[in-house]
């Protein structure tokens, strides 16, 4: 490994002065690192390469910030067998693999090629407006509708055609097991081992209480119709992009034919991770 992407969450100083640190290590390495006129501005040993272009410039992609940086490379990587090593420099950190005092050596065992990968399955979610696919995205989170004001949303929801139920709720979150420890954790949905190979479903403090979250094999497909009174809702992807959606609009979630490679962080299991992040009980 002799290329590597960097991308980083810069409004932290801190990870500022990590990215300079770490750039010499690697530099120090033989390996070659590269960044987006941003970074490229703030350390001068980085090369500079476009957004566009790193997915083609580089063998993997360093990660210094929270889960939002990390869903933003996972964006930036375009569904590329590119693996991703995330140090969390941000808030919880249930996709970043180590923290910036155990980085040294998951990247020494990454440049000598012996870290463990994890592949975890994205959603292809598409919008379909009078019959018309009018916008496609990949998300390695969660898409959620929800309305922009507080009024409770009809949404019908269809898996693999079949007609399942209509949502009376403030939104719907369709989550990948990654997602699960995301917002859909927030509503009361179940965390999934981040390899299974499921869809979650995961309605907003619906009006019917009998309304659960539910999960279903990966090789369905997830279509969900707003109602025709609905005018200000909008389709958020990831917590980054927001997408305006119109009354009678369909939006349908299925598996992507991508996935997206994580770099394993050093001998820590997911549930250690849990233990940490949620703070679960330790063992006495």
Same mark, same amino acid.
């Given at each position: 490994?002799?290329?590597?992407?960097?991308?980083?969450?810069?409004?932290?100083?801190?990870?500022?002065?990590?990215?300079?640190?770490?750039?010499?290590?690697?530099?120090?390495?033989?390996? *070659?690192?590269?960044?987006?006129?941003?970074?490229?501005?703030?350390?001068?040993?980085?090369?500079?390469?476009? /957004?566009?272009?790193?997915?083609?410039?580089? *063998?993997?992609?360093?990660?210094?910030?929270?889960?939002?940086?990390?869903?933003?490379?996972?964006?930036?990587?375009?569904?590329?067998?590119?693996?991703?090593?995330?140090?969390?420099?941000?808030?919880?950190?249930?996709?970043?693999?180590?923290?910036?005092?155990?980085?040294?050596?998951?990247?020494?065992?990454?440049?000598?090629?012996?870290?463990?990968?994890?592949?975890?399955?994205?959603?292809?979610?598409?919008?379909?407006?009078?019959?018309?696919?009018?916008?496609?995205? #990949?998300?390695?989170?969660?898409? &959620?509708? %929800?309305?922009?004001?507080? %009024?409770?949303?009809?949404?019908?929801? /269809?898996?693999? *055609?079949?007609?399942?139920?209509?949502?009376?709720?403030?939104?719907?979150?369709?989550?990948?097991?990654?997602?699960?420890?995301?917002?859909?954790?927030?509503?009361?949905?179940?965390?999934?081992?981040?390899?299974?190979?499921?869809?979650?479903?995961?309605?907003?403090?619906?009006?019917?209480?009998?309304? #659960?979250?539910?999960?279903?094999?990966? %090789?369905?497909?997830?279509?969900?119709?707003?109602?025709?009174?609905?005018?200000?809702? &909008?389709?958020?992807?990831?917590?980054?992009?927001?997408?305006?959606?119109?009354?009678?609009?369909?939006?349908?979630? #299925?598996?992507?034919?991508?996935?997206?490679?994580?770099?394993?962080?050093?001998?820590?299991?997911?549930?250690?991770?849990?233990?940490?992040?949620?703070?679960?009980?330790?063992?006495?």
């Amino acid at each position: 490994m002799k290329k590597i992407g960097l991308v980083a969450k810069l409004i932290n100083p801190e990870v500022v002065k990590f990215c300079a640190e770490v750039t010499g290590w690697l530099n120090a390495r033989g390996v *070659e690192v590269y960044g987006d006129g941003e970074i490229s501005k703030r350390v001068s040993a980085v090369k500079k390469v476009s /957004r566009e272009e790193m997915p083609d410039a580089v *063998e993997a992609v360093l990660v210094l910030g929270g889960d939002g940086t990390m869903l933003y490379a996972a964006r930036l990587v375009g569904g590329r067998k590119i693996p991703i090593l995330g140090i969390n420099m941000g808030g919880l950190g249930f996709l970043t693999a180590a923290t910036a005092t155990d980085a040294y050596a998951c990247l020494e065992k990454a440049l000598k090629g012996k870290c463990e990968i994890e592949e975890r399955m994205m959603l292809s979610v598409g919008i379909m407006r009078g019959g018309k696919r009018i916008a496609d995205y #990949r998300v390695l989170n969660d898409a &959620v509708i %929800r309305g922009t004001i507080a %009024r409770l949303l009809k949404l019908d929801v /269809r898996i693999d *055609e079949e007609y399942v139920t209509t949502y009376r709720a403030d939104g719907l979150i369709v989550a990948t097991p990654t997602g699960s420890t995301g917002y859909s954790l927030s509503a009361f949905g179940p965390i999934l081992y981040p390899t299974i190979h499921s869809i979650i479903i995961v309605p907003i403090c619906p009006f019917n209480l009998t309304n #659960r979250p539910v999960v279903i094999p990966d %090789r369905m497909t997830v279509a969900v119709e707003l109602g025709s009174e609905h005018l200000e809702t &909008v389709l958020t992807l990831d917590g980054q992009v927001d997408m305006p959606l119109k009354a009678g609009d369909v939006i349908e979630a #299925r598996r992507a034919e991508e996935n997206v490679y994580l770099i394993r962080g050093n001998g820590k299991s997911y549930f250690d991770v849990m233990r940490e992040r949620l703070m679960w009980e330790p063992r006495r």
